[in-house]
């Protein structure tokens, strides 16, 4: 049997129930929170901003081309070093050694002079063969002398330090577009943040991040000790240098990732109310995520394109130290193949007992026979002439003859003239000393002794007529 309630229990209990499920049903609803009503910034405030975003990135763009330029120039100062230091090596190597053809020309002269009588004489082939020896070993130590010499070119050449200054230079450029990207980022993460707190309608907070010198810190040697380092299978032309220079940069990257990059993570679903700082304001954290991941991209890229200029740099300096000992092998061996072949030549014509005719050249490492140019012995040079034509006194040198045929011609074209004329013509020439007509000894001349000189040139001596004189005679 099961006793049912009272007709007034049953409605008490009821009740009771009926308000026990409402009050779950209230305990159990979630409240939405409130959406965020973003405060419109002040006029004032967004120009400041602005004004401050423009004048750093406007800064930063105007470091950031003299820097890379710089990097540019540095790379195409090392590219032309190797270039210059190639060329100027060759041209080293292929300078004429004048020395060594002063032998040759000697040797064929004094071989040249030998009668050929003399050359088919048993003794005198024999000497001429020793001779031949005796020049084949001057002109070898010559070319071992220059060997020496290209070969203290070459060594001081690799142990010349410019591509290692030239890395150590482009690290520190490196280094300084790091710093100019850290002035950048930490400019940019103020400007977020006092735009997003302002918008969010917060107290903005006074207290800023200390600026980041990493200048100063290499500098001051204090990313030394971190060479970087490269994968076990990895090929590489870095040295120790650009190693320790590189791991220098890296550390430095390093060193502004752990103090720049700290921003909160993001909250959990659920509990944006519960967090503080910057995490608490809508769209701050987001703003300073994008920006530590460009940064990060921009610093990885620093160490990338470092690495490959350097890179480029040694493989660069390793092609001119191969280029420059095969050209040093290749030069000394074509000379001494040339110094063989005048040798064979000379001595093939010390067998035949003829001359060495054609002109014997040894060009640089090359034996060559100028078919166009025949040796002679040598000839003393005539006496030069005397300066001034040497005349017996009372002679007229070649200049005053023609000077007074001139005359002569003009005034007696026929060739006569009176005795008395060429008498009176004579005395003034010889009177005017500055015109040099006549010769000195002329000048103190009567113009009788004049006259007794031209009668013997007369042509009228017949009785009656004038007496002439033939000028021409």
């Known amino acids: 049997e099961v006793e049912l ?19 779950v049903e209230e305990e159990d609803v979630e409240i ?37 330029r710089a990097v540019r120039d540095d790379h195409r100062k090392a590219v032309n070093w190797v270039a210059l230091t190639r060329n100027g090596y060759l041209d080293m190597l292929q300078r004429p050694s004048w020395e060594k053809q002063k032998l040759v020309y000697a040797f064929q002269a004094m071989f040249n002079s030998i009668d050929m009588e003399v050359r088919v004489i048993e003794e005198t082939k024999n000497e001429l063969h020793e001779r031949a020896g005796d020049l084949q070993n001057s ?38 577009i790091l710093q100019q990207e850290v002035h950048r980022y930490q400019a940019t993460e103020c400007v977020l943040r006092d735009y997003h707190y302002s918008r969010a309608g917060k107290q903005v907070p006074v207290e800023t991040a200390e600026p980041l010198n990493l200048v100063e810190m290499y500098v001051a040697d204090e990313f030394a000790g971190n060479p970087f380092e490269l994968e076990e299978e990895e090929e590489s032309a870095l040295t120790d240098d650009d190693k320790e220079a590189l791991g220098q940069l890296k550390a430095a990257i390093d060193k502004s990732t752990d103090t720049l990059c700290v921003s909160p993570d993001f909250p959990e679903p659920g509990t944006e109310g519960d967090v503080e ?13 994008v920006e530590e991941d460009l940064f990060n991209a921009r610093a990885g890229a620093l160490v990338r394109r470092g690495r490959e200029v350097i890179e480029d740099m040694r493989r660069r300096e390793g092609q001119l130290h191969a280029r420059m000992d095969a050209l040093l092998g290749a030069r000394f061996r074509a000379e001494m193949e040339g110094v063989k072949a005048l040798v064979k030549e000379i001595k093939t014509r010390i067998e035949s007992g003829e001359r060495l005719l054609h002109e014997l050249k040894l060009n640089v490492s090359d034996f060559v026979m100028d078919e166009d140019s025949l040796t002679y012995a040598i000839v003393p040079k005539p006496a030069p ?24 011609q003009s005034a007696a074209p026929g060739g006569q003239v009176l005795l008395e004329v060429l008498v009176g013509v004579f ?3 010889a009177a005017l000393a500055g015109l040099k007509l006549l010769p000195a000894e002329w000048i103190p001349l009567a113009p009788s002794k004049l006259r007794a000189l031209l009668v013997s040139y007369q042509t009228g001596d017949r ?4 007496p002439c004189v033939d000028w021409r005679r």
Request: proline share 6%; glycine share 8%.
């Open 463 to 466: 009785v009656g007529f004038v």
């Open 277 to 289: 700082g910057d995490a608490a304001v809508p769209g701050l954290l987001k703003g300073l995520k």
């Open 427 to 429: 005395h003034r020439a």
């Open 5 to 23: 309630p009272a007709e007034g229990e049953e409605g008490e209990e009821g009740e009771e129930a009926a308000g026990g499920e409402e009050a």
């Open 385 to 408: 002439l005397e300066a001034r034509e040497q005349l017996p006194p009372f002679c007229l040198s070649t200049t005053q003859l023609a000077k007074m045929a001139a005359w002569l």
């Open 139 to 176: 002109l070898w130590e010559l070319a071992d002398a220059q060997r020496e010499e290209a070969e203290a070119e070459r060594a001081a050449v690799m142990e010349d330090t410019y591509v290692t200054d030239g890395s150590k230079m482009m690290v520190s450029y490196l280094v300084e």
């Open 32 to 68: 939405p929170p409130r959406p965020f009503a973003p405060v419109e910034v002040h006029v004032d405030v967004a120009n400041m901003l602005l004004e401050q975003w423009d004048g750093s990135e406007a800064q930063f763009e105007l470091n950031m081309r003299r820097l890379l």
